[in-house]
């Protein structure tokens, strides 16, 4: 099993950054894409950002052009940029994994860490 430890979260100004680390217990980190998701209270988990195993990302709309996301397959370990931070940031975000075979997705998550903008 891939365990999932997300760390770097807290409280932070608007206009301020944070920056989300995702540590990975597994052995084949590189294999699998990787994503960031977000919570908040009263709305379903969003996907915010993933990044293929080849290095491609994507990004929700709403946080393109502030958070960055990245890997070290060295480090086993994924991390997320958040730039020029809204409240509306706030949730709790999750760290996936998601190792895809024969087009049958197998999905791993982290336990979050909470992110909270607010002046």
């Known amino acids: 099993q891939v365990q999932l430890v997300e760390s770097g979260g807290g409280l932070v100004q608007p206009g301020g950054s944070l920056r989300l680390s995702c540590a990975t217990s597994?052995?084949?980190?590189?294999?699998?894409?990787m994503g960031w998701y977000r919570q908040a209270p009263g709305n379903q988990r969003e996907l915010v950002a993933n990044?293929?195993?080849?290095?491609?990302?994507n990004y929700a709309d709403s946080v393109k052009g502030r958070f960055t996301m990245s890997r070290d397959n060295a480090k086993n370990t994924v991390y997320l940029q958040m730039n020029s931070l809204k409240p509306e940031d706030t949730a709790v975000y999750y760290c996936?994994?998601?190792?895809?075979?024969?087009?049958?997705?197998?999905?791993?998550w982290g336990q979050g860490t909470q992110v909270t903008v607010s002046s």
């Open positions: 990044i293929t195993s080849g290095g491609i990302t």
């Open positions: 996936n994994a998601r190792w895809v075979l024969f087009g049958v997705s197998t999905d791993y």
């Open positions: 597994g052995r084949r980190f590189s294999i699998y894409n």
